[in-house]
């Protein structure tokens, strides 16, 4: 996930901040909707950033 394209970095940066905006919202009681923990919100977009990299040509590339 974090040894990808700047493309993916980017978009794994972006989610990673989303993430981070919405627990901080969390932490201060503006938007508390949700029950999930840090944790399983951190595996599951390494998952998906994963899952983007894996099918990146760019970052195919640069396995290569």
Known sequence: MMGGCTKCQKICGI????????????NLNIWNF???NWWTVAFLLM???GIASAN??????MCK
Do not use: P, T
Not at 56 to 61: E, L
């Open 15 to 26: 989610l990673m901040l989303l993430a981070g905006i919405a627990f901080l919202l969390q």
């Open 34 to 36: 949700w029950n999930l």
């Open 47 to 49: 998952g998906i950033g």
């Open 56 to 61: 990146c040509k760019d970052c195919q590339k």
